[in-house]
């Protein structure tokens, strides 16, 4: 308990230091940031309205402690400004219409690939040698290599085009709407499936080596050996004994990608016509939209403490050392 | 049948006519990059019911790869070229996979040299010693950890420990532990390889007399391998002691204390003062045992005996009797003749 208490405060102490340098960042660049933020804009805003977002920025002549805790203020209650390049939509209206689907597409291809790839890691570290293990890790490394765009665009030729298995592009079919019916939900499970199937397949042979070397190591190890000896099935030494233990590295590693599947899947996005936070992004810097910038980037951070902080608690959970140290 | 294979389980040489473990011949190589070690080079001994057998030898000839043999847990590289070891009468390195897993543990346990890792960490003590009845016995959940706090009880730690890790132990407790799990199915041997030398002096001799009194009291076998000869000679009924590979002198452990016959036992006992601690050099005994660079012609202890012959660097010593209970294999030590009228009788 001690242990999750400390690792909250650190999260805490680096989500904000991280408002922080999003509040400093635009203040220490050179000349008047509102000038800048708004030079897209500019034109199409009346004086007032330059000044009431000023005013809403709290970028106004107000001294800076002032203008820092009224940032803080508006970030805590989920006001992170109006986003520029499609004004005058807020950047938290922006975040969230697009969330939702960016987690569902990250968050089911990221599990997927982990639990799948952990498996084939562990059966194949096991049977080291056998079928398994001599087949798949090279044939998911060369899977992997292929460039992501070029994958995707063959997925979607031969199981869009070709075959005419799964749609091409959105969410969801268009003119839908959006309901808890099971048509609707079998629709997006639907437009899910080669999204995710590419990011599983780059992804899940990078889980499956990694899983698969921790796994010889602890394999060597003498608890193993005495597992052996005290006559237990294979089955319960290789997950109660060594994939218990080589999965600690792992969980680490998922919580790290756990935190960035709100950074959104770009390419697949682009690719698929997905939406997602990672188009979003793109198109944020591009169009040189400061808010919505800071804006995904805080979420994303937040997101990542989020993630760790969960990997904590699971760690703690898994591995009884830690409880103590 | 000579009167030396009639005596009792610890009069001899050599075990009573059902021994519980009986090793024929034993051969084990290692081939790696570097060529090919025979680590245990024909091997055979016999261990009696209740008896307590104890092998001896500096670091790397071999004890541990015997004692592996044993538990058929020997991996590549290791490969075993010869022999057969019978386990109450049954071959060990024939059996299936699955009967191989049966008799393990059951039959025969082992107390690991590197006890300290042996338990899982992720996994409560009560956990590790209740997977072995639930697995071996069929035992409910509930039966099982009855048994496991009894078996706890036995080496004297409280049952509340069962939901302990291992990291929460002391050492002595954690080695403890381990004997315990060693004894829960009652097998017929116990195997112990250093059972204590990550302990400090104190703690090891209450591990061994605790062990003793258990030997005692349940009436398996053991077979005990250290480098620490004294603890051995105080613990074991008879032992044998190994140099690269082999056996060189088999005899109970008193008279081996008395009268080594062979000049390596000598050497061993006098590197090893009654009390010690750490391992110390082997006084007086240059270089180290060979490797893989090969043996050496004739007795392969020749070269760093202070009594060696010419006749030792020709002549490669068989472990024959010496004594009326005692083999050795040395040059320097006359064959024992059973006397005629002996004979008659
Ligand atoms: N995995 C291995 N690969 C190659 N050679 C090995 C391996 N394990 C052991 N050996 C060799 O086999 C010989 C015997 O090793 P073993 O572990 O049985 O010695 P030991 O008597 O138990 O030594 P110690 O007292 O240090 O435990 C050693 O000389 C070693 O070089
Ligand atoms: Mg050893």
Redesign the interface.
Known sequence: MRFLLRRLGFYLIAFWACITLNFFLPRLMPGDPVSRMFAQVQTQMRPDQIAALRQLFGLTNKPLWQQYLDYIGNIFRGNMGISLSRFPTPVSSVISSEIGWTLLLGATSLIIAVVLGNLLGIIAAWRRGKFLDSVFPPLLVFVGSFPYFWLAMAALYLFGIVLGWFPLNHAFTDGVEPSFSFSYVADVANHLVLPALTIVLVSIGGWMLGMRNTMIATTA???I?????????SG?IMF??AA??AMLPSITAFGMSLGFVVGGALLTETVFAYPGIGYQLLNSVQALDYPLTQGIFLTITTAVLAANFLVDIIYVR????VR?S | MSTILQGGPHAGPRAASNPVLSIKDLRVSYTTGLGTVNAVDGVSLDIGAGEIFGLAGESGCGKSTIANAVMRLLQAPAKITAGSIDLNQCNVLTLSDEELRRTRWRDMSMVFQSAMNAMNPVMTIGEQIMDVFTTHEKMPKKEARERAAHLLSLVDIKADRLKSYPHQLSGGMRQRVVIAIALALNPSLLIMDEPTTALDVVVQRDIMAQIKELQQSLGFSVLFITHDISLMVELSHRMAVMYAGRLVEVAPSNVLLDDPLHPYTTALMNAFPPLSGPRTELLGLPDAPPTSAGRPSGCSFHPRCPLAMDACRIQDPVLRPAAENHDAACLLVPEFVVPPERLAQ
């Open positions: 190890e003498d608890y050996t005495m597992a052996r000896a005290k006559g237990l099935r319960r109660h004994y218990r233990n898994l591995d009884p050392r103590v």
